[in-house]
């Protein structure tokens, strides 16, 4: 029998593993494709409104939570026709994610940011090469500098992100659950009214085949692009003034700190 941990591992901010739930196809291909601005893939946008489902209804969540019951023994997780895996709290994680989405509100859908798509696009870029996993780059930056050459960010920021091959909805489930973290700081950061816009990325990962990261903020102002202003001659001769320049908007977060 193979064993793999099911709960999530904290580093920094806490970011999760990802498990198997019934029903899932883990051979389900990514798109690669650079990605610019708000554009996303059809994976990424099957995350996105899987994300945005849970934030609007919490119950038909927490539904979807109970019918995991029957593949639990104890701490073991063995969903029919898939390998036994162990979790750090079983089923106990799970029941309170239950109580949690039935008494949750519903907020608004995840508003789509162009600076926190580039941002998270970034870290998965990264990461995908390096095999790394975590909330600090390979630079050591987390995601609160990783934004800053993006635009600016507002109230609240922070990031969830998950390794393997699972379906939109495992993935979901699994910052729910948040086996093994305390503050259950994936779920909080999902389901709070804090965070309004968020970036969305999904790579291919060394050594977990795929990985996917969820920025998130109270707001942001995107970074303009830069300016060019061209001093043009209507004389036939070209003026020595005449030149083309190029000026950067530096931007600053500011306030809020990344949650624990």
């Known amino acids: 029998m193979k064993v793999r941990v099911f709960g999530l591992l904290a580093l920094c901010c806490a970011f999760g593993l990802i498990v198997s739930f019934p029903g899932s196809d883990s051979s389900r291909s990514q798109t690669q494709k650079t990605m610019t601005g708000t554009s996303v893939s059809p994976s990424e946008q099957e995350l996105l409104n899987e994300i945005n489902l849970a934030r609007a209804n919490p119950a038909k969540y927490a539904a979807y939570l109970e019918g995991l019951k029957p593949f639990f023994k104890g701490k073991e997780y063995q969903p029919t026709g898939h390998q036994a895996l162990i979790t ?3 089923w106990a994680a799970v029941e309170e994610a239950i109580r ?3 008494a949750a509100k519903p907020v608004a859908p995840l508003d789509l940011s162009s600076g926190l798509n580039i941002a998270a696009q970034a870290h998965v870029k990264d990461q995908g090469g390096s095999g790394g996993t975590g909330h600090k780059g390979t630079n050591m930056s987390l995601v609160e500098e990783r934004v800053k050459p ?4 507002q109230g609240a920021i922070g990031e969830n992100l998950s390794y393997g091959n699972e379906s939109a909805r495992e993935r979901v489930l699994t910052w729910l659950i948040d086996d093994g973290v305390a503050s259950r700081g994936h779920r909080k950061r999902l389901l709070s009214s804090d965070y309004r816009v968020g970036g969305l990325a999904c790579g291919a990962h060394r050594e ?6 969820l920025t ?3 707001a942001f ?3 303009k692009p830069a300016n060019t202003s061209t001093a043009a ?3 036939t001769t070209p003026s020595t ?3 083309t320049r190029t000026q950067t908007n530096k931007s600053k977060p500011t306030s809020g700190k990344a949650p624990e």
């Open 150 to 153: 993006y635009g600016s960010w």
């Open 221 to 223: 102002t995107d970074l």
């Open 216 to 218: 998130l903020a109270g």
């Open 88 to 90: 750090q709290e079983g």
């Open 100 to 102: 949690f989405m039935h």
């Open 241 to 243: 003034n005449a030149n």
């Open 233 to 235: 001659s209507k004389s």
């Open 208 to 213: 977990w085949g795929t990985m996917c990261c």
